[in-house]
């Protein structure tokens, strides 16, 4: 006997006795295990951050990443998943300032390195705790007792492996550029992580006049202004600059006006003279710009006025690092007008002002044009010198120096411009591009590899592959790698205090065995400061080698998890990694912003390291958005709480509908509602099945392990045995491509459509039939074949349903049965189960009944009243031959007496004639119905009511039943004349009349005007 099932499921109670289930038989360890000396299937698991709370789009991806390891392992493979925490880096920096209420970087060093690191260790897990209940609870499997764990020192240890790697290829350099600088973090972003932080900004867009040197300009330009003044005019949207500029670039190919305007001239590209504001009738003289670049004008803000040093970028512009040569005092500066290919005509004046410190164009004309180098920001974003508006942040500085060149009289007019604009994506603050020296690791040396190993990874959505992921790799930079932070891991770069030589250091060992080595303690900690204070002996000249301070980038930390986790190459058991099946990896899965951050950086050091990629798979999600379509914050209060959703409607429920809601790569909303839908549309369907089957079985004793195998013979159940067998296959072929969503919604499909609504409903009379002939045992064995079939199908994603399923129809009845359906095979499509006859006539059945039952509702018909017949005109000659197999479905289907196939639609296009059409195929219902379906129409009616009475006193299905029905003489004759039917219908031993029992209340319904009263008493 199987387990009785309540047709009034609990889900989410019934998941958590399977939790508990799971772990006191260790199921997902014995999953693993019986697999083990099997070919090797791996996951690389992204490793979060554990000091933030997990959020429903972290179920996202933990879902999508469990169902095809969970696949795999039932396909055979051997599995194990290892988890892993991302524990360095500017997340756990900035909550630890939080809590000790630091805004900036000094403040942590007057603090001590030493003791603020140790605050960021212990933060580091902070919401740990959450993180596991919630993977726990989402049925997650992966060995959270053995993460790896980025701050740890076999760990670091490993990404100085790579590091030195990358430095004996010549991968890694200090280069002096410019890179987007977060001032409130004092540190830069690399590019992957710049990509995250760009939003729209409000920001002064001013008109600047520079004061030209008239001894310099074309002469046609010089007889035209005589004694009038002449400027060319700017145009920029980041006023903090101006006290930087040392150079106007204009487009040599192009059009330059001196506009007459007022008492001055001023110089602009010809094409933007009105949009401006000037006057082109006004229009002095035109030349190009190739003709500009001998002028040169005077600086708006001379440095040397201002206390701030000026420098020479000199050395070969082909080389990585420029020479920056401090130049003597010159109060009568004057700088160039220069020529460049990224001037344009789109906005501003044609002539862009260049300050090499603050911008990467500008920095490579300083380069091209050996330009003055002048920096008077610093890398906390404070103006210095002595300029009025000095000591200011210089966002805040911006109005003050507005008004300042207005004073000056190098305002033309000011407005204002929405843009995007790049801001930290951790912090919130506005990015400043400001070149300094950072280290950097040269991915561009390797574009070509990066390219062309993309092209091997299987992409799901495919698009990301050459679209996101491809672009972002064609317009490849070198990685800014290095941060000047303090919770990282340590840049094992060494330099002498003496002569300047640098090394890299690749290990512990190798560090420990180097020349008059000192300042190493025990137990030994590869954290900022400790690692600060271990130096040795140059080399080359004797001097002390200290440690550069830089920390890496936490990119790299994540990306290096491809070999850090297992300590490569130092563990021995990590030097068969690439033998093994452990790298590459077979899969991995995160959200469409890691095409910039963790995807790129396992594939940027994988090509470095070892020139191919190392993954093989990759699911990219879309993000997740509240119900109205909007992002998730915090502050407009649309965070859903996960844990609140597990526990309210189960974690069956939400990975489905994060499964089915869309093509993984889509942005999709989520509410409680929408998932409440899934149980409602999809789970309770099938359980109402599973109730079904299981409640006639048990009344029947039907056992598959002990009642003898009857092939089937009915051909509703030969269509569900194929129809079964070709969702295995359609399944199997989905998951084999990575396509968990369409092989998801295949498995609702057929649930819903096929065995619910077709086969089920068609069914229910031979189940509810007391003999227990080969048609019922037929039936039974279909039925119960399909079930246990689809709770294996479900099982990677639905793995709580999928084993109460599996469980009560397997185990229950076999106690040698495997213990749960995570620990079975997945199923096998058998080729020569598969019947297309079968399935096209069923197909073409479930066609026209659909058809019919909206000729019969635009007829206004009710379902339970028979109609005489339906007139079917067909697609094709060839399916008139199909009608007779399902002539008798049809007429059930649609409770009609008769069907009749017609090829001229002409004589039933009348009022007495209602039509429903569907591309080829019409049917056509008569309107008008006979006194004898009438009768039967009633009789339908009185039963469906007598049903209802049953099931609100609580009768078992097989119950027999004393029936007292009455009424007038019309609802005695019918109540007469289909007495057979309605004890068939209704399981009554006896038909009463009036003569209702002492204490027996009856019913009473008006059907089209005649009163019914109805009892039941159980016999």
């Not at 180097?514 to 900022?528: F, K, N, S």
């Not at 649930?751 to 037929?778: A, C, G, H, P, T």
Request: hydrophobic letters at 35%; one cysteine or more.
């Amino acid at each position: 006997m199987f387990n009785s099932v309540s047709s009034r499921a609990n889900f989410a109670k019934q998941e958590e006795e399977t939790l508990k289930y799971w772990q006191d038989n260790d199921i997902f360890n014995e999953s693993v295990r019986q697999r083990e000396g099997s070919p090797r299937f791996t996951l690389f698991e992204g490793p979060p951050t554990a000091n933030g709370r997990p959020g429903i789009h972290h179920a996202l991806s933990r879902s999508f990443k469990d169902v095809i390891p969970r696949y795999k392992t039932m396909k055979g493979y051997y599995a194990p998943r290892i988890g892993g925490w991302d524990t360095h880096g500017l997340p756990v920096e900035l909550e630890v300032e939080k809590q000790l209420g630091f805004t900036s970087k000094k403040q942590i060093e007057d603090y001590s390195i030493a003791k603020f690191n140790k605050k960021c260790k212990a933060s580091v897990f902070k919401y740990l705790e959450d993180w596991d209940k919630m993977t726990v609870r989402l049925g997650y499997w992966c060995d959270l007792d053995h993460p790896y764990v980025t701050m740890e020192n076999e760990y670091i240890e490993s990404g100085w492996w790579t590091m030195k790697q990358l430095w004996d290829k010549g991968y890694l350099y200090q280069g002096y550029r410019v890179t987007p600088h977060c001032p409130r973090c004092g540190t830069s972003l690399s590019s992957h992580e710049l990509a995250q932080g760009y939003s729209d900004a409000t920001d002064p867009a001013i008109f600047v006049k520079f004061k030209a040197c008239k001894n310099t300009l074309p002469e046609e330009i010089l007889k035209a202004a005589g004694e009038t003044p002449v400027y060319f005019m700017a145009w920029t949207t980041t006023p903090w600059t101006i006290p930087s500029n040392v150079a106007l670039a204009v487009s040599a190919s192009d059009d330059y006006a001196a506009v007459k305007s007022d008492n001055e001239i001023i110089i602009l590209a010809k094409e933007r003279v009105t949009a401006v504001g000037l006057d082109p009738d006004c229009i002095a003289v035109t030349v190009k710009g190739s003709e500009l670049t001998e002028c040169r004008y005077e600086p708006i803000y001379n440095p040397h006025d201002f206390g701030i040093d000026r420098k020479k970028m000199t050395g070969d512009p082909s080389q990585s690092t420029p020479v920056l040569v401090l130049e003597p005092v010159d109060h009568e500066l004057t700088y160039p007008v220069i020529s460049t290919d990224y001037v344009t005509m789109d906005d501003g004046t044609g002539i862009v002002h260049t300050a090499p410190a603050f911008g990467e164009d500008d920095f490579a004309s300083g380069r091209k044009y050996s330009l003055n180098f002048i920096q008077h920001v610093d890398l906390q974003g404070i103006i210095t010198g002595s300029y009025p508006f000095a000591g200011k942040f210089v966002k805040t500085a911006d109005p003050e120096i507005i008004e300042d060149l207005k004073q000056r009289g190098a305002l033309y007019k000011s407005g204002s411009i929405t843009h995007t604009y790049p801001f930290c994506w951790r912090c919130k603050t506005p990015l400043l591009y400001y070149a300094k020296q950072s280290w950097y690791i040269r991915t561009t040396a390797v574009k070509d590899k990066l390219v062309s190993g993309n092209k091997k990874i299987n992409w799901v959505p495919e698009h990301i592959k050459e679209g996101r992921f491809g672009d972002w790799l064609e317009n490849n930079v070198d990685w800014a790698v290095s941060r000047e932070r303090y919770w990282g891991t340590p840049l094992p770069v060494w330099q002498c205090t003496t002569c300047g030589k640098q090394t890299c250091i690749g290990s512990i060992d190798e560090l420990k065995n180097e020349e008059g080595v000192e300042g190493i303690t025990e137990p030994l900690d590869l954290h900022r400061p400790y690692v600060d204070d271990i130096t040795f002996k140059c080399h080359s000249c004797g001097g002390q080698m200290k440690r550069v301070k830089e920390v890496i980038d936490c990119w790299f930390d994540s990306g290096n998890m491809q070999i850090a986790q297992y300590h490569y190459p130092f563990n021995e058991s990590s030097k068969t990694i690439f033998n093994d099946g452990r790298y590459p990896a077979d899969f991995i899965c995160e959200a469409v912003d890691q095409t910039r951050g963790w995807f790129y950086s396992l594939h940027a050091l994988s090509t470095l390291l070892f020139g191919e990629p190392c993954f093989k798979n990759v699911i990219c999600l879309g993000h997740i958005l509240d119900e109205k379509g909007e992002k998730m914050s915090k502050s407009r209060g649309n965070v859903v709480d996960v844990m609140t959703v597990l526990n309210k409607y189960g974690a069956d429920a939400t990975r489905w509908y994060l499964f089915t809601s869309g093509p993984p790569g889509n942005a999709r909303r989520f509410s409680e509602q929408l998932v409440a839908d899934v149980t409602r549309q999809f789970m309770l369907i099938l359980w109402n099945v599973y109730s079904f089957f299981i409640t006639y079985a048990n009344i029947d004793n039907f056992d598959p392990t002990k009642t003898e195998f009857v092939a089937p013979t009915a051909e509703l159940d030969k269509w569900l045995v194929s129809e079964t067998h070709n969702l295995v296959k359609v399944v199997t072929e989905e998951l084999d491509t990575y396509d968990i969503t369409s092989a998801a919604r295949a498995i609702e499909s057929f649930v819903v459509d096929d065995l619910s609504n077709w086969y089920v409903r068609r069914s229910r009379r031979r189940f509810w039939k007391s003999e227990n002939d080969n048609d019922k045992i037929s039936a039974y064995f279909a039925l119960y074949n399909c079930l246990v079939t689809v709770s294996k199908l479900l099982a990677p994603f639905m793995p709580f349903l999928a084993d109460e399923l599996y469980r009560n129809l397997v185990i229950s009845v076999d106690p040698n049965a495997k213990k749960s359906v995570h620990l079975t095979d997945f199923p096998v499509c058998d080729e020569s189960l598969i019947d297309e006859s079968i399935e096209k006539r069923i197909r073409l059945a479930i066609k026209l009944s659909s058809l019919g039952r909206a000729a019969r509702s635009a007829a206004g018909v009710k379902v339970r009243q028979p109609m005489a017949t339906a007139y079917i005109k067909l697609a094709s000659s060839a399916e008139a031959d199909t009608i007779p197999y399902i002539k008798d479905q049809l007429m059930e289907e649609l409770n009609i007496k008769d069907v009749t196939l017609i090829t001229d639609e002409t004589a039933y296009q009348s009022e007495n004639y209602i039509q429903s059409v569907d591309g080829p195929y019409t049917i056509f219902v008569d309107k008008n119905i006979s006194q004898d379906l009438l009768d039967e129409g009633i009789v339908r009616e009185i039963v469906h009511r007598m049903q209802n009475i049953r099931k609100a006193a609580g009768l078992e299905i097989a119950d027999h039943i004393k029936l007292y029905c009455y009424g007038d003489e019309y609802i005695a004759k019918v109540y007469k004349d289909f007495a057979d039917y309605i004890r068939h219908e209704t399981l009554a031993d006896e038909l009463n009349g009036d003569n209702v029992p002492e204490g027996v209340t009856p019913e009473s319904y008006n059907l089209d005007g005649h009163v019914v009263n109805i009892a039941v008493v159980k016999v």
